[in-house]
């Protein structure tokens, strides 16, 4: 263990990575202070700085008609200018990005979780007791791994509605077949191993048998696969906003804040960046983010990958 | 070799049968009156309560489970995916019209892959940690960080917005004016590149292939990012071999053992992981699509679930994996006819 994170240390990819984390779980942690809501009580509802659909560059002050409402409201006004410009329909960008930092690892980091504990509980059934369990639940996972991921997630929150805890349900239930098929696999070949032999031969209970001998044996290539989805599934969950099934208008989501900028990538005539800002800072919190994870879990795989051992 | 294909192909319905299960337990998460909606092209009927409960009873949407799923699979059969509103026509009729133009667009889409990627990869395990090693492999990793959305708008930015190279849609005004429209254009294969070629009119072609380069290239480079991590990783597990250290011991030319001793056995896992990310580049299509507003099944799906159209979604989804599981047999098959080791099992 410690010369897996020696090496995570060493490896100039991953510590880029490992830095890039640390500096999002810090925009997460202080997202309160960074980026102050309006509103304490739904601050992940992205403040609007004007009604205008287009648009509008960094350092836009806010409208009169916006400051109208909350000193009409007797809200203090924390924020006065959108220091990344708004997107399309007055949102501020700079808020929305920051606390959707904390969406992010939110989906990361629970769809991972939930749907590796899914995999690692059915697979390892099906290794360890064989037979027709074996047989029945590989053929779900093969039923469920039928159908493209985001098209099967596009599909569930179609039908559940929009909003961020519909769009985590379609993810787990999409994204829990690799563990289930990783973790029997490694199960398969430690299984006839001689000191499981011996602990059935002393009449542990099988459960035990799993939890105890088999699972630490072999759950380390699963956390790898893990670490590496956390930035698929942000990706997916992002498209889904993207596409326009996913989290709710306003809400402070990555994946929705490059919607907005959808319909102005192609700038007024004359002036073909003009809306470059809209796209721009949403796109490369989303990418270094993945990036990240990315960088971090490639390293892992090749310190954890035994055939590869030894020569790094 | 015949008795493996044999037995894959009786799986063949055991999954088709449980993916059809699966996309009707989504389907059966809405009310009948819901489901209702995805059979009726004219929604007022929907306002009559006493109507309704006849279509109801009439398309067996209140029927318990499992008779419920035997007459939904029986309309499927014969092609009865309901009406799609966001298209004004039938499901099934929008999707053969769409179909095409996805098609031509995937198709284009995989050589490029195959060719760029492998090659990359052998380059990147030959030479591995290497300057050139490091460079591919950091370019593949920011290649497989860049979700499809922002990549393609960034392609939409510069090719559209900037240059004004690479537009939007699959045909300019003009162009379809004359290919839907006119007497003078005959469409032999609905895929526009060749048919403007059947037909002589190279300024067609043209501006047919003028609005694919953005789509193909969206769609492909993340499946070049991958294909060359697999690539990689097998290689560099092949030249670590026995046999390969035999070939060296034995004073074999390095290109030799490169490209003759390596490569081909290398090769075996790329194979299945080529077909399975060309069927997984058909998730793709919806993002890539939507982004530079294709006309093809995935530009119409994403509409459709916008505007809650689930019977349009429900349908492409039912066509999606089927186009997967065929594809994925197609792969098992070839893995077999490649790797003799696998049809022993």
Redesign the interface.
Known sequence: MNRVIRKLFSNT?SLIGLILLFIFVLIAIFAPHIAPPLFASDPYQIPRMSWDVRPQPPGFPMSDDIRLIYNSLGQPIVRETAIFGTAQGGYDIFYGLIWGTRTAFRIGIITVTISMIIGVVGGSIAAYFGGWIDELLM??T???L???????A???????GRGLDKVMIALVAFGWMGYARVIRGSILCVKEEVFINAARALGVKDFNIIVRHLLPNTIFPVMVQASMNI?SMV?TA??LS????GAPLGYADW?QM?SF??NW???SPGN??EY?YA?FFP?IF??LF??AW??VG?TLRDIL?P??RGEL | MLSYIIRRLLILPIILLGVSFLIFCLFSLLSPMERLATYVNNPSVLKNPQAAQNLIAKYHLDDPFPTGYFHWLKSLLRLDFGWSPTANQPVWDAIMQRLPATMELVLYSIIPVIIVGIWLGVISAVHHNDLADQVIRVTAIIGWSLPTFIFGLLVLFIFYGILGWLPPGRLSTWAQYIVYTGDSFNSYTHFITIDALLNGRFDIFWDALKHLIGPIITLSYISWAYLLRITRSSMLDTLRKDYIRTARAKGVDERTVIYLHARKNAMIPVITVAGMMIIGMLGGVVITETVFTYPGLGFWAASSAQQLDYGSVIGFALLFAFIMVIGNLVVDVSYALIDPRVRLE
């Open positions: 990819t053929r779900i093969d039923i469920f039928s159908i493209p991921f985001l098209v099967a596009m599909v569930l929150t179609t039908i559940l930035g990706i992002a498209a993207f596409l326009g099934v994946g490059v900028a959808r990538i192609v700038g073909a960046g470059w796209v796109a989303i990418v993945v990036l990315n960088l490639d990958d055939r590869l």
